[in-house]
T-cell receptor, first 112, second 114 residues
């Protein structure tokens, strides 16, 4: 079946360094992607989104890159802070369905 | 603006017992979702409501799970009878409309089935 998956289950980075979290998807019909952050004991929180007609989108300290050729997207976090420690999920959505399919997540550990 | 409210926060039951979860979405949000999140996995959609009607329940185990959204506001999710593999966090999410992309999640109910 079609799925959204992540390459690395756990990522450890030093505080102040940049973090890159990757996600692969297999559904070529996916045209909208969201990155969510989930802290322990909380529900997923929206970080940033990107549509398939874009290659890059920037937010505050975060950038999402989309490579449709290889069905891959990444989340870049600049100057990673301890508060960034969480599990990060990519989710895909097919337009007009508004149903989100989540990957298995990457845990980001920020070392002080 | 108040977020999505869920209760209870935690629930421990024995297998074959029944359990119910409650969700109050953000005021005015027409679309409501229930997700199941097993430890170490991403959320999996169980059911999607648009107002008080079901849009998608294709992944809901209907032999034991049921959900309703009376009056198009609050929603309850019930499991009867529970199995060990139902142990998970049950997340409720809402969005302003069916075509609105952003989902706003509650903190979830953590269910342990012993």
């Amino acid at each position: 079946g079609e799925s959204v998956g992540l390459h690395l289950p756990t990522l450890s980075v030093q505080e102040g360094d940049n973090s890159i979290i990757n996600c692969a998807y297999s559904n070529s019909a996916s045209d909208y992607f969201i990155w969510y952050k989930q802290e322990s004991g909380k529900g997923p929180q929206f970080i940033i989104d990107i549509r398939s007609n874009m290659d890059k989108r920037q937010g505050q300290r975060v950038t999402v890159l989309l490579n449709k050729t290889v069905k891959h997207l990444s989340l870049q976090i600049a100057a990673t802070q301890p508060g960034d420690s969480a599990v990060y999920f990519c989710a895909e959505n097919r337009w007009n369905f508004n149903k989100f399919y989540f990957g298995s997540g990457t845990k980001l550990n920020v070392k002080p | 603006e108040a977020g999505v409210a869920q209760s209870p926060r935690y629930k421990i039951i024995e297998k074959r017992q029944s359990v119910a979860f409650w969700c109050n979405p953000i005021s005015g949000h027409a679309t409501l979702y229930w997700y199941q999140q097993i430890l170490g996995q991403g959320p999996k959609l169980l059911i999607q409501f648009q107002n008080n009607g079901v849009v998608d329940d294709s992944q809901l185990p209907k032999d034991r799970f049921s959900a309703e959204r009376l009056k198009g506001v609050d929603s309850t999710l019930k499991i009867q009878p529970a199995k060990l593999e139902d142990s998970a966090v049950y997340l409720c999410a809402s969005s302003p409309s069916r075509s609105s992309e952003k989902l706003f999640f509650g903190s979830g109910t953590q269910l342990s089935v012993l």
